[in-house]
């Protein structure tokens, strides 16, 4: 049997001459009605979805939950008026290949990360500055090593995290000329912080430059401190962003928003120094003295990027350049946006 004949007898389909009863009651509506009245029905139902979908999106990238933690603590994205996620990676060179494959819209990192990103042709713009504390991350070696100073590194093997580029390697790098001694007489091999991290512990590495948290987690372990960073890094750290987000100018406005935020944050951080502690160390899960140790130095003050910035960024590539650790000298102005965000007065 049709659909059609499975109809009661008697009765007209909607769009009929004579429209539809029910309850001995005629009602007439012309197909426009009909019509009219479903796509006022499907436009109800689907304002919500457009306006959802017209709130931009932006993912934030960051490493070992530093960045996240402190928006966390401080509760400055809680107004925000753009959509985000965090991306979380273990070190900055996973971290920038997600920003050149477009898979992150922002990155935080040290000064060296961000120029081997842009010798690696990442699509990105510096567009402020973190001041951090040098303090941050060093040279260590097991606690009854027979290693006591840096040119006792002669002949032996470094681990650096987490990859060539990295503000570690700059580290090493620094000392060993500080020292005299030659790179030709250390081997140096790359591994990624957390990998490292577990090899220090069950002490398959004896000499490791690497970063914080890893750093000082490493320290109150039993490491012991060749060389810190005074005197040989920056302790600059930066934001970028893709140019690709960039160029939209939703996305633009709200890594604007983003970047007052964070400034706030920080400002909330230092004023906040053991609140900050304590959220970080239950966002990390490590124990609450490590946690103040690693806060303490953090980048968490936060500026628009400066002259001095620049300046500061540039000597650095030159230097990387000259090295060897970066295979060519990178122009810093040409991938600073140092106009997208002014802090208001």
Wanted: hydrophobic share 45%.
């Amino acid at each position: 049997m049709s659909p059609r004949a499975a109809a009661p007898k008697g009765a007209r389909t909607a769009g009929g001459a004579g429209g539809a009863r029910k309850n001995g009651v005629r009602f007439r509506a012309s197909r426009r009605q009909w019509l009219h009245g479903g796509a006022a029905l499907a436009a109800a139902w689907l304002l919500p979805t457009v306006q959802a979908q017209a709130r931009t999106a932006l993912v934030l990238g960051d490493q070992a939950r530093g960045l996240s933690a402190l928006f966390e603590a401080a509760g400055s994205l809680k107004d925000a008026p753009f959509e985000f996620r965090w991306a979380n990676f273990q070190g900055a060179a996973p971290l920038f290949e997600a920003q050149r494959s477009g898979a992150v819209d922002t990155a935080v990192a040290g000064d060296l990360p961000v120029l081997a990103a842009a010798v690696g042709r990442t699509p990105l713009k510096i567009v402020a500055t973190r001041a951090g504390r040098p303090e941050s991350l060093g040279i260590v070696v097991q606690p009854d090593s027979a290693l006591q100073r840096v040119s006792d590194l002669r002949g032996k093997t470094v681990i650096v995290s987490s990859a060539r580029g990295s503000i570690s390697q700059y580290q090493l790098y620094g000392a060993l000329e500080e020292a005299g001694v030659p790179l030709a007489e250390v081997t140096v091999r790359f591994v990624l912080p957390t990998d490292a991290a577990t090899a220090f512990a069950s002490r398959q590495i004896e000499a490791w430059a690497t970063f914080d948290p890893y750093y000082t987690v490493a320290r109150q372990h039993g490491g012991r401190v060749l060389r810190d960073g005074r005197g040989i890094n920056t302790a600059l750290g930066f934001i970028t962003a893709s140019e690709q987000a960039l160029a939209d100018p939703a996305r633009r406005a709200a890594i604007v928003q983003f970047l007052d935020r964070l400034a706030r944050a920080g400002e909330w951080a230092q004023a906040h120094a053991e609140d900050y502690a304590q959220v970080y160390a239950g966002l990390s899960r490590l124990p609450i003295e490590s946690a103040r140790a690693i806060t303490a130095n953090a980048a968490v003050a936060a500026r628009p990027v400066s002259e001095e910035d620049i300046v500061a960024l540039q000597r650095v590539a030159d230097r990387a350049a000259r090295d060897g650790i970066l295979p060519q000298r990178v122009d810093v102005r040409a991938i600073t946006d140092a106009t997208l965000w002014r802090r208001p007065a």
